[in-house]
């Protein structure tokens, strides 16, 4: 999950695992969320997004679940491929804001072969 | 499609010495953004801009920061002076949406001042 401080929190899978990486977001009355993929030396690539009007969301290999009731978030990826290997941040719309993000601290995933 | 363009990749400046960091959006896309990303602070919204105009500026940390977009393909991020706390990765993103959804972004100046 998301942390505040120096460490990003860490998930270490095999390849063909499946991993979730989870997030836990601020505002209540944010109704947007987006996960999103930061390869090193790259800027934040958009994965998959979900409205608060649902809770699940699929994508190619990639699940968004959506807990409105505990303010979580939970990125589910399929058969972890090395090329997944990346920093993942969740982002919420600030409060229901149609521009602003607030982007969780991320999440280093790590698939070793 | 060549994505958000970012100049210069990396900068290595004096303290007290001018920065300015450059930015293509992508053709047609009418909102930009400027974040800044530190480990400490993570991902930061530092300006926003629709149709070429700045919409919130909230997010910029001081006066010696500025932005403008003179026209929907090109946006600068000026800092002057420069000090050592504002080393970061400066990111510019744009979108179609009008919004925050589906943000582009480019990959980054990676900004040392020492």
């Known amino acids: 999950g998301e942390s505040v401080g120096l460490h990003l929190p860490t998930l270490s899978v095999q390849e063909g695992d499946n991993s979730i990486i989870n997030c836990a977001y601020s505002?209540?009355?944010?109704?947007?969320f987006i996960w999103y993929k930061q390869e090193s030396g790259k800027g934040p690539q958009f994965i998959i997004d979900?409205?608060?009007?649902?809770d699940k969301r699929q994508g190619q290999r990639v699940t968004v679940l959506l807990n409105k009731t505990v303010k979580h978030l939970s990125l589910q990826i399929a058969a972890t491929q090395p090329g997944d290997s990346a920093v993942y941040f969740c982002?919420?719309?600030?409060?229901?804001?149609?521009?602003?993000?607030?982007f969780g601290k991320g999440t280093l995933l790590t698939v070793n072969p | 499609d060549a994505g958000v363009i970012q100049s210069p990749r990396h900068e290595v400046t004096e303290m007290g010495q001018e920065v300015t960091l450059r930015c293509k959006p992508i053709?047609?896309?009418?909102?930009l953004f400027w974040y800044r990303q530190t480990m400490m602070r993570g991902l930061e919204l530092l300006i926003y801009?629709?149709?070429?105009?700045?919409?919130?500026d909230s997010g910029m940390p001081e006066d010696r920061f500025s932005a403008k977009m003179p026209n929907a393909s090109f946006s600068t991020l000026k800092i002057q002076p420069s000090e050592p706390r504002d080393s970061a990765v400066y990111f510019c993103?744009?979108?179609?949406?009008?919004?925050?959804?589906?943000?582009?972004f480019g990959s980054g100046t990676q900004l040392s001042v020492l």
């Open positions: 993103a744009s979108t179609t949406t009008g919004g925050n959804e589906k943000l582009f």
């Open positions: 505002n209540s009355a944010s109704d947007y």
């Open positions: 979900i409205r608060s009007n649902m």
């Open positions: 982002a919420e719309n600030s409060g229901g804001s149609n521009y602003k993000l607030t």
């Open positions: 053709s047609g896309h009418n909102s």
């Open positions: 801009f629709n149709n070429n105009v700045p919409i919130d």
